[in-house]
């Protein structure tokens, strides 16, 4: 937690110098939610995240290097800087960004088809905001991973703000956690925002979707700037940061790792027009 959030604050402070290659979605105030679903983890179960993926990539273990490299659109960044904070995919960790709302569920629901069908044990985390529970692909998704009975957790962050619009005035009043329930699915309603008992919490979760059961997983939590950039929101009330300790040891050696990683993605080169076909499939 203490990584993602200095590194978050870290992009605060450097996105004016305008050496950043891309739009920035923060996950300040939400950290606890990626390192509490992602503990219990391995390598080989995939993650798919949103527009707002920093703190996803870095609690399944993605490289700090690497991610400081995309987001300045520099040469050996996860895509060597073709995807930037929004896509930040990294097959080493399997993670996988997606940034329009809702669109990595459909993607998700099919790794995890994959996963069932070859047998290898693996299970998918999707990871979407209150906003995406409001697109027909987040319901179908749905219905076809409990027909199946999918190894799949959908986790729904509710921060409560699609961009700058509240909840109550995009949705009908209900608990979002009941839309688990129509489609016959495992719920689990988190209102705790400890990471701890985050982590508790997801150890059951993880087990029971191991055994081919899809689970739908809504907690509730806040964001402290702005839907896209650096500029800070007054909405934020309630900080879970504020209630942990961290030795200063530890704050010193997290702050010397991240400035290197920063400063050196500041120096290096940017892609070649050698390079525009790599990566190209089609």
Known sequence: MLLIRRVEEEIVARYPKQLMRCPVHLSLGQEAIGVGACHYLRTSDSVFSTHRSHAHYLAKGGNLERMALEIHGKIGGCQDGRG???????KSVNVMSIPIVASAIPLAVGAALANKIDGNGNIVVCFFGDAAVEEGVFHESMNFASLMQLPIIFVCENNQFSVDTHIDKRQP???????????????????DRSVFKIAEKFESIIATAKHNAPNFVVLDTQRSHVHCGVDKEFYFQHDPFQELAFPIKMEEEIKAKITAAFD???AAPLPTPEMAKD????
Do not use: K, T
């Open 84 to 90: 930037g904070s929004m896509h930040l995919n990294d």
């Open 173 to 191: 009043p209900r608990d979002l956690i009941s839309i688990g329930s129509h489609y016959s699915m495992v719920g689990w309603q988190i209102h």
């Open 264 to 266: 050196a993605a500041e």
């Open 279 to 282: 990566h190209v499939y089609a």
